[in-house]
Structures are given as structure tokens and as C-alpha cells.
T-cell receptor, first 112, second 116 residues
Framework: AQKITQTQPGMFVQEKEAVTLDCTYD???????LFWYKQPSSGEMIFLIY??????QNATEGRYSLNFQKARKSANLVISASQLGDSAMYFC?????????FGAGTTVTVRA | DTGVSQDPRHKITKRGQNVTFRCDPI?????LYWYRQTLGQGPEFLTY????????KSRLLSDRFSAERPKGSFSTLEIQRTEQGDSAMYLC??????????????FGPGTRLTVL
């Protein structure tokens, strides 16, 4: 079974600054996918960004970028130019075969 | 294109009662998943369907839980004889399977169950 570790339970960031959310994973599968989801207080899980284990370049999607270090089994999410609407819970997940395995999440609070 | 919808959004029930939740996936998606999320944790996989076939069930899914997807479209999740430990957010997701690892699962808003 895969294990996902998010060591930061909560983080504060000033509006317009960048924030990095840590994620490490443990898998023996040579081929896997890494995902980040955002969960606002309303509860819906919103897909943010994807990284494949064989992708040579780090994924980017607007203000989101993924710092993928395969040898370290690390897939950190960087949110640039934080906005008040970024305040939410963020989950890292891996996909092996059909199902997602999630970490415990990191709460991000953006301060004005 | 509408997203994944779930009904009801909130359910409060008494211990021992049966409850049923519904999920409507994105229309062209052939896979449908159910997850459960307890407070302060990430979602945990419960089961999934490819079209109308239920292909995998987690050990978390006790015999009080049953899920169906009768025509390969919407799905229902029923919990019989609810217990207080069943209180959680039940999330549904769907995806269009192409065989690539990039098959992204899109989630609905969830059904929050409270068992008194």
C-alpha cells in the first residue's frame, strides 16, 4: 500500500506571497501519478495539478507548480502570488491502478 | 458540462436507521468511485465501478454498506443499521478511463452524514 506524508498540519501565508506545501510518498511501483487537490470549507475536492512519475519536467498549472524530486520521493506544491481564496485544505495523493491514496492534508490560511 | 453531483448534501440520522446517498457522475465518465473522509483526515477509498460493474471494494466497506450503479450512470451508496462511527463525509468521484495514469478523478461536493 502506498503511504503519503504531509508534515505541515497548518500554514499561514501573507497575501501575494508564495507558499510551499510538502508531500513525500512511499511506493514500490515504478509507474505512478501524483495529484494535488484543494478542499475549501464547502467540502468539494478540487483538482489542481498532476505529475506523472516518468515526466521529465515539473508540472505547472497557472499559479500552481509541482516541485517533483523522484529520487527523494517528494512532490511539493508551490502556490505563487497567494490570494485570499486560496485559504483551504490541500491534499497530496498518489494514484496506483485505479484508486487514490491521500495524505492527511495541510491547512493554508492566507492573511490580508 | 456539469460536474459530479451528490444528494443529499447533509444527512442527520439516528443510530440504527438506514440511509442512502446518490451520486451523478460527469456524463461521459465510465468510472465512478466512493471515498469516505473523517474529520482531519484525507479521503479513503471505499469502492469503484467501471460502467455498471463493481470492480473493487475496500475492507473499510463492511457488510452494512452496499453500492450500486445499475445502468452505468448514477450510483447509490446505502448504509444499513447506521452506527456513530459511520459519521463522515462521503465523497463521490468520476473519471474517464483511457489507461493513462493521467486519468483524473473529479469529485462531487460530498454528503456529510451525522449519526446521533
Amino acid at each position: 500500500a502506498q503511504k503519503i506524508t504531509q508534515t505541515q498540519p497548518g500554514m499561514f501565508v501573507q497575501e501575494k506571497e508564495a507558499v510551499t506545501l510538502d508531500c513525500t510518498y512511499d511506493t514500490s511501483d515504478p509507474s505512478y501519478g501524483l495529484f494535488w487537490y484543494k478542499q475549501p470549507s464547502s467540502g468539494e475536492m478540487i483538482f489542481l495539478i498532476y505529475q506523472g512519475s516518468y515526466d521529465q519536467q515539473n508540472a505547472t498549472e497557472g499559479r500552481y507548480s509541482l516541485n517533483f524530486q523522484k529520487a527523494r520521493k517528494s512532490a511539493n506544491l508551490v502556490i505563487s502570488a497567494s490570494q485570499l481564496g486560496d485559504s483551504a485544505m490541500y491534499f497530496c495523493a498518489t494514484r496506483e491502478d485505479y484508486k487514490l491514496s491521500f495524505g492527511a492534508g495541510t491547512t493554508v490560511t492566507v492573511r490580508a | 458540462d456539469t460536474g459530479v453531483s451528490q444528494d443529499p448534501r447533509h444527512k442527520i440520522t439516528k443510530r440504527g436507521q438506514n440511509v442512502t446517498f446518490r451520486c451523478d457522475p460527469i456524463s461521459e465518465h465510465n468510472r465512478l468511485y466512493w471515498y469516505r473522509q473523517t474529520l482531519g483526515q484525507g479521503p479513503e477509498f471505499l469502492t469503484y465501478f467501471q460502467n455498471e460493474a463493481q470492480l473493487e471494494k475496500s475492507r473499510l466497506l463492511s457488510d452494512r454498506f452496499s453500492a450500486e450503479r445499475p445502468k452505468g450512470s448514477f450510483s447509490t451508496l446505502e448504509i444499513q443499521r447506521t452506527e456513530q462511527g459511520d459519521s463522515a463525509m462521503y465523497l463521490c468521484a468520476s473519471s474517464h478511463v483511457t489507461g493513462a495514469l493521467t486519468d483524473t478523478q473529479y469529485f462531487g461536493p460530498g454528503t456529510r452524514l451525522t449519526v446521533l
